[in-house]
């Protein structure tokens, strides 16, 4: 099965702390995430988006993307159920986005040949 890859560039609010969005952003990576789903967060180092932050979503094949995320920018009752079940889980996200006004650009890539 192909991977897909959920490609988010995000900019911080112009009036917060980079060190205080990447500590939220390890204490999200250190939370439980729906099976399948693995959450990446990278700060450019060299290029045209130096200094900002993307999180790259690991999908496991297009069926379990398109199962926990039938719709573009909405969350399924299965993500939902997940967030009932792990409260810290959505406190966590729920304070990174609060950095987050806008997600920008957000591709799905999939993976070729797989």
Known sequence: ???????????LGADKDPAEFERLAS???AE????GLNFRVFKADRGPRNGRYMILI???????????FPIENADSA???AFFDAHP?????WGRLDSYVP??????DYVEMGG
Do not use: C, N, Y
């Open 1 to 11: 099965m192909a991977k897909v890859l959920g490609v988010h560039e995000i900019e």
């Open 102 to 107: 806008d997600f920008g650009v957000a591709t």
């Open 32 to 35: 439980a995430a729906p099976e």
């Open 58 to 68: 690991e999908i496991d094949s297009v069926e379990v993307r398109d199962r926990i």
């Open 88 to 92: 810290t889980v959505g406190d966590a």
């Open 27 to 29: 204490a999200v990576l």
């Open 78 to 80: 299965e993500v939902l």
